[in-house]
């Protein structure tokens, strides 16, 4: 199973942008998505989740800013990012649970930089 994350570039203060994941590979479904982030010196981060298509989870920092989606008909995951802060400048990684022949697995993005800067 892997992972192909997209969107991320350079934005000013205020603007927005969406993140897409792509999912692919040999797998039955998609149990959970999330996007996580790591800055330059920090541990990644949990951004935000989708629990088994139903709840999602958003850490305190990006709430009511960032929305996370999916479509389990395209295998996509995605971040919609509004309102964006310098602070909110790191790698992004996306990451689901998936079912497949061999059990769960969690396999893992090569990220994508989103650089908040005027």
């Known amino acids: 199973v892997q992972l192909q994350a997209s969107g991320g570039g350079l934005v000013q203060p205020g603007g927005s942008l969406r993140l897409s994941c792509v999912v692919s590979?040999?797998?039955?479904?998609?149990?959970?998505m999330a996007w996580y982030r790591q800055s330059p010196g920090k541990q990644r981060e949990l951004v935000a989740t989708i629990i088994n298509g139903g709840a999602t989870k958003y850490d305190e920092s990006v709430k009511g800013r960032f929305t996370i989606s999916g479509d389990n008909a395209k295998n996509m995951v995605y971040l919609r990012m509004n309102s964006l802060k310098p602070e909110d400048t790191a790698v992004y990684y996306c990451?689901?649970?998936?079912?497949?022949?061999?059990?769960?697995?969690?396999?893992w993005g090569q990220g994508t930089q989103v650089t908040v800067s005027s």
């Open positions: 990451n689901v649970l998936v079912r497949s022949g061999d059990g769960y697995l969690s396999p």
């Open positions: 590979g040999s797998f039955f479904s998609i149990a959970d």
